[in-house]
């Protein structure tokens, strides 16, 4: 609809206008039927809450005194708190270790899927993406037992191997061992995304390229990642905000070793304990709106450097 | 996501107590994250072991016993009063059961809306919004100041539940009063007692202590034979296992009797005392630091590192499916004492039946309550292979066959006439209202006792200026030191 009206000049606008006028509802209700039901669920289940969130944030809930409007006392508690901030630092640390590596890891793959050097390239493809279909919950807990000090078979092997004993939920390693659940749990759907697009690449340029005597690495570096270039911004931009939001990892983690996740561990596991845990749920709020003023900032400035980049035209 | 991991604990813990057979008593109603953890480690062996008993699949917590599900309304006579009755613990369907079987005119539905705080949670959700809270909950007794305080409970006192009193152990009853009014009817305990490896300490010429003095002395001697062994485990880092021996210790750090006041004690003369005493085990590694139920904790026990464990009444069951060297050197002794010729216990774990404050049948709900918790036809289900409680209820605790019973773990002792006598000489705590927080918050503050980062006292000092500062802006008046 909104195309409809900024394309054409002046001639298109009046014929639109005259087409309104006379069939205006014939006309519109297709549309507006079509997207109701994704404008009910985003009201329902994205403004709503959202708002609900908001408003919360301005009011303080106490067991002696009730409820009372407590302006943005609230958020002054969340940004004065060392524990939220720890938790901000920790996921900025593990968005830029994980991020470049789950990406760099897909493309890998991808590209060696598109080359075509592998045998079956199908099968693989669909084993590498399987963890996805894995939900994070059953993930995190596979992961926690075959991680579990003494008990896990990875920790057996190394130790068997001479390695002594690694525990991966020991307070230096739970970051490391978190960003390789999520690179299990991530790889293979970035890797499906970008062989998507370096499929689309058309054939005659990388046979141009071939023809010119280019070796592998040169299509693959030089030729092919410039190509997919947005896609690998458009992906960047994702993992980044998947990685901010880190929740369900560490949720799952604490249950098995409660020492290695701290109460502000990540944002949302701070936010997590102190509405459902401390049942401070209007600090709770508070934290997630912060949160999501943090993750909108980051989308915005990646929006606009995307659209310097010369995307959305 | 919490609700889940509490579900899967129990669901496996209740397959491991099923088939031990036995005399199995843990109802171990230990609370918060560490609940979790014991109940996934509990998961983790429970996984291996069953795989290894071939036995086929695992049942859901309320079927455990094999018989009716819960929820299950079979057997109700029509025009019954219907309740609602949330709770988790294993066995309390079969109980259940009997009591619809013998009480035509009430028909109570049990459902099982997670385990401890994530009932709780829940439970606070239902309140606040007016709906979908059950009649009855189970609730442990340190949540019930929390409950108490939003008028959420049914003071069931006027119904005539007090004729109970003198049926149940004076611990439990002073946790579910306040004043004259009685908020909820207990069911299960989990006295303390030291719980020690004999053929260990006969082999060191260990004496057992009756102080905690004497107690640092054994565990130098024990230290100096082999500097690789320790007298017991101390887990800085389970709110329930410290405050438990401080409650022993008369170190409670907290007193509250209702109202607006609290008071928060951490850097009290004799909780820093209580500090001292167990960092001065630490430094000199006579004490290890693994966290409770974590299988490094079960292979110290099991190996000699640790020669004696501070065990609930419903540890053994649960220790025994978890050791395999040591089956039958374990033996039963009173706690070490702060002071000579004093004798207290601690308390950590179990729970009670509470009446949900909305409940359109108050009066029949208490009914249900006090049948669950104090008669004989209830605790033939609750202390039977499935449910495994340990009971508050004194007319069972007394009885000889109880005290005389034995377990593997222990040989020909009996461990009951210890955990028994302990139960009656429990120290009341008074718990803050503040407890779901004080749980949720506590893990990370002791993390560096652990790791050695920090003194207990150090944790101390911390948690105080925390739970003070979470206390008032509750809107409590905190009373500190």
């Known amino acids: ?313 | 996501m919490a609700t889940s991991h509490s579900g899967v604990g129990n669901v496996r813990r209740t397959s491991t107590e099923s088939r031990t057979g036995t005399a199995a008593r843990p109802g171990a109603q230990g609370a918060g994250r560490r609940r979790r953890i014991f109940g996934l480690a509990a998961a983790a062996l429970a996984a291996t072991t069953v795989a290894a008993c071939g036995s086929t699949g695992l049942p859901a917590p309320s079927s455990a016993g094999g018989s009716a599900a819960s929820g299950s309304t079979a057997g109700c006579a029509a025009g019954a009063t219907h309740l609602t009755f949330w709770g988790w613990s294993a066995g309390y369907d079969l109980a259940v059961n009997e009591f619809n079987k013998t009480h035509p005119d009430i028909c109570v539905q049990l459902e099982n809306a997670g385990a401890t705080t994530a009932e709780y949670v829940k439970l606070n959700d239902a309140l606040t919004a007016h709906s979908g809270a059950p009649d009855i909950a189970q609730i442990e007794y340190f949540e019930l100041p929390s409950f108490e305080i939003t008028h959420s409970l049914v003071d069931l006192s006027q119904y005539g539940v007090g004729s109970a009193k003198s049926d149940e152990a004076p611990a439990a009853w002073a946790q579910v009063t306040q004043g004259s009014a009685q908020y909820a009817m207990p069911v299960d305990l989990g006295p303390l007692a030291l719980y020690y490896n004999e053929k260990e300490f006969s082999a060191n010429g260990l004496t057992v202590p009756t102080t905690w003095a004497d107690f640092a002395t054994q565990a130098d001697k024990l230290h100096a034979a082999n500097s690789k062994d320790a007298i017991t485990n101390f887990d800085p880092e389970s709110p329930q296992d410290v405050l438990a021996l401080m409650q022993q210790y008369g170190a409670f750090p907290f007193s509250y009797t209702g109202g607006n006041t609290l008071g928060i004690h951490f850097n009290g003369a004799t909780e820093t005392a209580f500090a001292n005493y167990w960092q001065s085990l630490i430094d000199k590694h006579e004490a290890t630091t693994a966290a409770d139920f974590s299988p490094t904790q079960w292979t110290n026990f099991d190996s000699g590192a640790d020669a004696s464990r501070l065990s609930p009444a419903w540890g053994p069951v649960g220790m025994q499916l978890s050791i395999k060297q040591t089956t039958g050197d374990w033996r039963a002794a009173a706690l070490p004492q702060a002071k000579t010729g004093q004798n207290l216990a601690g308390n950590w774990g179990g729970s009670s039946i509470a009446v949900v404050a909305g409940s359109k049948y108050a009066k029949q709900a208490a009914e249900f309550a006090q049948w669950f918790g104090g008669s004989a036809d209830a605790w033939k289900i609750l202390s039977g292979p499935v449910a495994g409680a340990y009971p508050a209820y004194l007319p069972l605790l007394d009885s000889s066959s109880f005290q005389s019973s034995t377990l593997p773990i222990s040989g020909n002792s009996t461990p009951n006439t210890v955990f028994a006598s302990a139960e009656k000489n429990i120290v009341d705590p008074q718990w803050p209202p503040i407890m779901t927080a004080a749980l949720t918050q506590w893990t990370s503050t002791f993390a560096g006792v652990t790791k050695g980062s920090e003194t207990l006292a150090q944790a101390f000092a911390a948690f105080q200026q925390q739970m003070t500062s979470y206390a008032q802006a509750q809107g409590f008046t905190v009373v500190g030191g």
């Open chain 1, 1 to 313: 609809m909104a195309d409809r009206q900024s394309g054409g000049g002046t001639a298109g606008a009046a014929a639109l206008q005259t087409r309104r006028r006379t069939g205006h509802r014939i006309r519109r209700w297709p549309g507006a039927a079509f997207i109701a039901p994704h404008m009910l669920a985003l009201g329902l289940f994205m403004l709503l809450p959202t708002g609900y969130a908001i408003y919360m944030s301005l009011y303080t809930t106490r067991l002696i005194g009730g409820t009372r409007y407590s302006g943005l006392a609230n958020y002054g508690t969340v940004l004065s708190s060392p524990e939220f901030w720890e938790g901000v630092r920790r996921v900025l640390l593990f968005a830029v270790i994980q991020v470049p590596l789950t990406i760099g890891v897909a493309f890998f793959f991808a590209a060696i899927f598109d080359a075509g050097v592998v045998k079956y390239g199908k099968f693989f493809r669909t084993v590498f993406f399987m963890p996805f279909a894995v939900p994070g919950v059953v993930a995190a807990v596979m992961w926690s037992f075959l991680l579990l000090p003494g008990f896990g078979p990875y920790s057996r092997v190394l130790s068997g191997l001479g390695l002594g004993h690694v525990n991966f939920f020991s307070s230096n390693l739970i970051l490391p061992t978190i960003v390789i659940i999520v690179l299990w749990e991530w790889t293979g759907y970035n890797m499906t995304i970008l062989y998507t697009s370096l499929k689309s690449i058309p054939r005659e340029i990388t046979e141009a390229a071939v023809v010119s005597g280019a070796s592998l690495t040169t299509i693959i570096m030089k030729l092919k990642l410039p190509m997919v270039r947005p896609t690998l911004v458009m992906l960047v931009f994702l993992n980044t905000v998947g990685a901010l939001q880190l929740f369900t990892e560490p949720s799952i983690l604490e249950a098995f070793q409660p020492q290695a996740i701290s109460f502000g561990f990540t944002p949302t596991v701070y936010v997590y304990n102190t509405a459902i845990g401390s049942g401070e749920y209007n600090l709770g709020a508070a934290a997630a709106v912060v949160l999501a003023v943090l993750i909108g900032l980051i989308s915005l400035s990646a929006f606009a450097f995307r659209r310097r980049n010369g995307e959305f035209r």
